[in-house]
């Protein structure tokens, strides 16, 4: 799929690579994000086995090294299978939701985003306040905040958005396009005459969406989406399934990112067309959208990520550190901690 989790794989592959480890990847389902990791020299697999039984696949090609010194990986089901693969070698497992259980079959089941919490995890990462509390509360873990990292080599400000909105971009996976919410956007967009263009499962799907992101002057979704349109210098509203959590800007920020730029900070609420009109008319300027530029190269940026997801498995491992970084996590003490 072309989702946040995926998105956020495939990015701190390349990344890692690029700070010169070898990286293999595993899904049990490979697709459009395996064939683009493929096209950068990382190979993705949907089995592995270390039990000296392979694949019948494998018997005519080379066999392929599964030595590996650290595992980060996403969802339960994942950490699980590996961990049965590999009992000994560190886990690092990231924790993107809130989200821990679904109904199928009429039965209560755990969702992919609950920790897994029978496999050994070595170190769990929490992308925001919120789900670090929610792993303390629920499951007594002390989790390290890693928040969503954007590649700003990918996303960056081409050019200067226009005077006044002349096009919007809706980038979400859950909705189609006649939801209310949607709606709500569209009469935003016919208020400054502007065009309104959409990107998701339900409208147009693409890998790369850079190109719709910097036509656009204001990129609106949740999570991901709407960082990679701060990024890229437009200007960013949280928008979608969880209600609306608004223009993000210097005010806003340490709110809605608490909430992983879900909409929750807002109580699950919508603020109405006529109320986005005002909040993008009083941020819709180039000192919000420098601000926004440079927060996400200092907050979310991909490369210092991947050092911290290193920093991590050095200290997992044992492995003196020898360069001193200043990386976006932090152990994330509770208001009653602090207290």
């Excluded at 190979?43 to 270390?50: C, H, M």
């Excluded at 996976?173 to 209310?180: L, V």
Aim: glycine share 8%; charged share 25%.
């Amino acid at each position: 799929m072309l989702a946040g989790s995926e998105s956020w794989a495939y990015t701190l592959a390349i990344q890692l690579k690029k700070l010169g480890h070898k990286v293999q990847c595993f899904s049990p389902e490979l697709g459009i994000i395996s064939e683009e990791l493929d096209k950068e020299g990382i190979s993705s697999f949907n089995q592995i086995s270390t039990s000296g039984v392979k694949p019948f696949s494998f018997v005519f090609g080379e066999e392929p090294d599964h030595n590996y010194d650290v595992i980060i990986a996403n969802h339960n089901h994942i950490v699980r299978i590996l961990r049965e693969q590999f009992p000994k070698t560190p886990i690092i497992s990231t924790i993107h939701g809130i989200i821990h259980f679904q109904k199928e079959n009429g039965q209560e089941v755990w969702a992919p985003e609950h920790p897994e919490l029978e496999s050994g995890v070595n170190q769990f990462i929490a992308v925001s306040e919120e789900v670090c509390d929610k792993l303390q509360r629920d499951y007594n873990i002390d989790a390290t905040i890693i928040r969503n990292f954007i590649d700003t080599n990918r996303y960056y400000p081409k050019k200067k958005v226009s005077k006044t909105p002349k096009q919007f971009l809706f980038n979400s996976n859950y909705h189609s396009a006649h939801d209310p919410e949607v709606e709500i956007i569209r009469t935003v967009a016919k208020h400054y005459g502007a065009k309104l263009t959409a990107v998701g499962m339900n409208f147009v799907q693409t890998f790369d969406t850079v190109k719709a992101v910097q036509d656009a002057d204001v990129v609106i979704g949740m999570g991901r989406s709407v960082l990679e349109g701060v990024a890229a210098g437009r200007l960013g509203i949280v928008h979608g399934r969880w209600g609306t959590g608004g223009v993000i800007h210097q005010g806003s920020i340490d709110e809605i990112r608490k909430f992983n730029f879900s909409g929750r900070n807002n109580d699950d609420k919508y603020l109405t067309a006529e109320e986005l009109i005002v909040e993008i008319d009083k941020f819709y300027n180039q000192k919000t959208i420098d601000w926004g530029i440079n927060y996400i190269k200092r907050e979310h940026n991909a490369v210092v990520a991947a050092e911290s997801f290193v920093r991590i498995a050095r200290d997992l491992l044992g492995q003196n550190i020898t360069r001193v970084i200043e990386p976006p996590m932090k152990k994330y003490k509770r208001q009653k901690d602090v207290a």
